[in-house]
């Protein structure tokens, strides 16, 4: 009689339900899921592949000890999100930190008695960890749990050992682009700041000793006897060509950096952009206090090249400005009533503008149907330390 096929169909089955959830975590991971979405699917799938009645991810702190980041199932268990486990403490996932090998215990027999004085007496029947290495360093631990007697142990190492791969990437994928943000930030604050310093040395010195001229050549000009009409046209001029530079180096100086922003705030840095604008502008802008420097700098010369836009681009008639901060978020909304079409990707000014947006930890979204105007949106934290 020929044997049953059956065995190897359910293994088989087992093996294209491993195969779907490492699919669906490796997905997450490839489009850059936050890590805590990155986190929670993880153990929900190994909790559901080695058919679990729980799962945890600990991860190894400064201090040493171990962290619950993410918990699927066993809502009973002590062993919750935001629980620390001791190094010093016997139990399996603290084993794993030490040893860097993946490991098991049971309520019985498990190596040393060592799955934890806290989870016998949850009633575990049997723990499964598996390391997550970073850079060849123990990061954390993933840990599945029975309330029952659980599997064969080394079939449930080896598939925790296959999910623990992708935390490592998700984990290795996620600091590196924290890493680019943080790199981006640090080189937009110092250009800040060199911008801000540039503006009130020419605020401090070169714009006063224009002020201070003009002001000599009126005095000049008063003191000229009437017989004398030529020179005080002459000096007339020259006192309207100093006035003239005054007003040009006052607009670089803006532009560089607009000293409104640095002593006022972002409110009525906004409504002197719109009081200077090309278009006429409504502006209804709801910030009661201070933002940080840098949040203040990225919405002020969204607007400033939104409606720089507005003006040479856009054929716009009227433009909408709205901010508001709220739940420590600041959201603005600058909007036209042009032509639409506009697309960063081709050259605009603003793709220097969402990259800065983003190194902050905001986000842009710029919707501009033609013949239907623009809208760029942006929101950005206001808690960023």
């Known amino acids: 009689m020929a044997p049953s096929p059956r065995p190897d169909r359910d293994h088989l089955a087992q093996l294209l339900r491993e195969q779907e959830a490492l699919r669906r975590v490796a997905t997450l991971v490839a489009h850059g899921e936050p890590t805590e979405t990155v986190f929670a699917a993880v153990v929900e799938e190994t909790g559901k592949v080695l058919g679990a009645d729980a799962a945890r991810m600990l991860r190894r702190e400064p201090d040493d000890t171990c962290l619950v980041i993410a918990a699927w199932g066993g809502t009973q268990l002590r062993l919750q999100v935001g629980a620390k486990a001791s190094t010093n403490t016997r139990n399996i996932a603290t084993t794993v930190v030490r040893t860097g090998k993946t490991t098991w215990s049971d309520a019985v027999s498990g190596p040393d008695h060592a799955l934890g004085q806290i989870a016998l007496e949850d009633g575990v029947q049997l723990g499964v960890a598996a390391p997550i290495f970073i850079e060849g360093r123990v990061w954390g631990v993933m840990l599945a749990i029975w309330m029952h007697a659980g599997p064969h142990r080394a079939e449930s190492e080896a598939r925790l050992a296959q999910f623990t791969d992708l935390v490592a990437a998700a984990v290795s994928n996620t600091q590196a682009r924290e890493d680019l943000a943080a790199s981006r930030a640090r080189l937009m604050t110092a250009s800040d700041q060199t911008r801000r310093r540039i503006e009130r040395d020419l605020h401090d010195g070169t714009q006063q000793r224009l ?102 681009h856009a054929e716009a008639s009227a433009v909408r400005i709205e901010a508001a901060q709220a739940d420590n978020r600041l959201t603005i909304s600058i909007s036209d009533n042009g032509v639409g079409g506009a697309d960063a990707d081709r050259g605009s000014g603003l793709i220097g503008l969402i990259d800065r947006i983003e190194a902050l930890g905001g986000r842009i979204t710029i919707t501009s149907r033609p013949g239907h105007g623009t809208q760029v949106c942006a929101e950005l934290p206001t808690d960023t330390g």
């Open 211 to 312: 002020v201070s001229l003009a002001l000599d050549v009126r005095s000049l000009q008063a003191e000229v006897p009437d017989e004398l009409p030529d020179l005080q046209q002459q000096l007339s001029e020259i006192a309207e060509g100093l006035a003239g530079a005054l007003d040009d180096l006052r607009e670089i100086a803006r532009g560089i950096h607009p000293a409104i922003l640095s002593e006022g705030g972002l409110s009525p840095a906004l409504n002197a952009l719109a009081r200077r604008s090309a278009v006429p502008v409504e502006i209804d802008v709801h910030i009661l206090a201070r933002l940080p420097a840098a949040i203040e700098v990225a919405a002020y010369y969204l607007a400033a090249e939104v409606l720089t836009n507005a003006a040479k």
